[in-house]
């Protein structure tokens, strides 16, 4: 009798808990993703898309001919680059085998934030880029966007994405160069980024010059005509329409599971997925909500900060948003990210502080406690003593350290070790399997004749 008594309490007990668990507070579940989430941003155009894979993966772009857009966003490496920060123009080589470079034309300094993938941006709701959203929708401005170019802007850029191929190229560190090694890096130091002479002339100069180019831009653009019509705007716009054709990523497990296909996701990842949008668990929805995994808004989590920093502060920090804002509440917060693909593109963090998933998952579990305990040794970056030097300045700043702590706004969640193993699985249910193999992306030769190496 004890014994039926016991066994009657168990099935009570688990009918509460499952009646709990059904009305239990969750974060919605995004829709599915559809064609209506994307622009049309001329990834139809087969001839639009070959010509923006072309620019892409073309040192032709860069003031020393030596760097492109992929050799930090590489189809090899999940979009990013593989490191914590990446080496810019100088380098030589790809992903965790870059280097910093020999003699004169070694790097001067590490770029200052992590390399973001380029998944999905060609859906409509991306309509804030980079770590602090310097790029972002504002009707005041030319193309009705906000950006570091201000009014300078040049019109006539079809979308977001564009704007944002407008940029790499102006920045010495990036692609441009040092000043006095070439005329772009000249003007781009200058400041002339799109006056007489200023960087996007050169360059627009540049693939005028290359009758390879030449032909795909008449053919391409109906305003070009002759050479002379070409201009830097038409490049970004190809470039913008080859990252959105190819990277587009929304058949992952968890989208198929979202459509309606049982058994899409294996049973601990369907697991993880409640825990991440359970709020008395991950919560993780309550930023990563949608159906890419962002709300789009700025929050200060206590990320540790690597390398140079952007120079605010005592000169090695990173204020984040607030650059942008000006606004002192928004010190410390970055952009909250969108995880597709995450397991693709370690290390994560604006600053590549952590080099596997499961330990930026842990960061966040408690923040603060994570930020001061940090362990530098997961960090991926190639070495050289100069700039090593720095790579740690605000780690080891106590009066940092406190004050990105004293900013975060993420709260501790307690989840148990079997949770985070989940929660885990689930992150690797937004991997889209088309993702995995990106060799097709890169062209066979370039119209430039320069080396597709890296
Ligand atoms: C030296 C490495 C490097 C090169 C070369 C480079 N990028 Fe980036 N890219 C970055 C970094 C770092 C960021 C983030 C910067 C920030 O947020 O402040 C970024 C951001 C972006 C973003 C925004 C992603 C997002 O989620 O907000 C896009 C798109 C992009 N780059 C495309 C390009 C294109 C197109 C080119 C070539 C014209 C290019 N990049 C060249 C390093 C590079
Ligand atoms: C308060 C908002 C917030 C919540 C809640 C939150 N995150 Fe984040 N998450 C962020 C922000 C902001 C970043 C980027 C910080 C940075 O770059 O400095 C981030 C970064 C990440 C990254 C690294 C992505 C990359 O590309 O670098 C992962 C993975 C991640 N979050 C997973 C989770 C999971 C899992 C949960 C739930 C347990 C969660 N997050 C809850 C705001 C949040």
Redesign the pocket.
């Known amino acids: 009798m004890a014994r039926i008594i016991a066994l009657l309490a168990i099935v009570f007990a688990s009918l509460a808990t499952s009646a709990a668990g059904a009305a239990s507070p969750r974060n919605v579940l995004p829709q599915p993703a559809t064609n209506a989430d994307f622009h049309d941003l001329g990834q139809s155009d087969a001839a639009k898309v070959a010509l923006g894979a072309q620019l892409f993966y073309d040192k032709v772009l860069s003031g020393n001919f030596n760097i492109s857009c992929a050799t930090c966003h590489h189809s090899f490496t999940g979009t990013g680059d593989g490191l914590a920060l990446p080496i810019g123009e100088g380098g030589r080589g790809l992903g965790v085998a870059r280097d910093t470079g020999i003699g004169a034309d070694a790097v001067h300094e590490r770029v200052p934030r992590n390399a973001p993938h380029v998944f999905n941006l060609g859906a409509s709701e991306f309509e804030i880029l980079f770590?602090d959203g310097r790029v972002q929708p504002n009707p005041d401005f030319p193309n009705g966007i906000e950006s570091p170019a201000g009014h300078d802007l040049p019109d006539g850029l079809d979308n977001v994405l564009a704007v944002q191929a407008m940029f790499p190229v102006t920045s010495g560190t990036e692609m441009a160069g040092q000043p006095g090694e070439n005329p772009v890096a000249d003007a781009a130091a200058a400041g002339n980024l799109a006056g007489p002479g200023g960087v996007w002339e050169q360059l627009a100069e540049r693939l005028q010059g290359l009758p390879g180019y030449v032909d795909q831009f008449v053919a391409v653009f109906p305003d070009v005509v002759t050479a002379g019509d070409i201009r830097f705007t038409h490049a970004a716009n190809a470039i913008a329409a080859f990252e959105a054709a190819n990277w587009r990523s929304d058949n992952s497990p968890f989208d198929r599971f979202l459509r309606g296909e049982r058994g899409a996701m294996s049973r601990a990842q369907v697991k993880g997925m409640r825990v991440?949008y359970s709020r008395r668990k991950?919560?993780?929805a309550?930023?990563?909500s949608g159906t890419f995994q962002t709300d789009h808004s700025f929050?200060a989590?206590a990320?540790p900060q690597i390398g140079p920093g952007k120079g605010d502060g005592v000169g090695y920090e990173d204020f984040g948003r607030e650059r942008v804002t000006g606004d002192v509440r928004d010190r410390y917060r970055?952009r909250?990210?969108t995880?597709r693909n995450?397991a693709l593109?370690a290390p994560?963090?604006?600053g590549g502080a952590y080099d596997t998933?499961e330990a930026?998952?842990r960061h966040?579990l408690d923040p603060v406690a994570s930020l001061k305990d940090y362990d530098p040794a997961q960090l991926r970056l190639p070495g050289r003593p100069d700039l090593d030097a720095g790579d740690l300045a605000a780690m080891n700043d106590a009066a940092v350290v406190e004050a990105i702590a004293s900013a975060n706004?993420?709260a501790e969640?307690h989840l148990s070790e079997r949770e985070i193993g989940y929660?885990i699985d689930f992150?690797h249910a937004l991997t889209d399997p088309a993702m995995l193999d990106l060799r097709g992306d890169v062209p066979r030769s370039l119209p430039s004749g320069l080396p597709l190496g890296d």
């Open positions: 770590h991440f991950g919560n993780c309550s930023c990563h929050r989590v990320m970055f909250v990210p995880l995450v593109t994560y963090g604006h998933l930026v998952v966040h706004e993420l969640m929660l992150l």
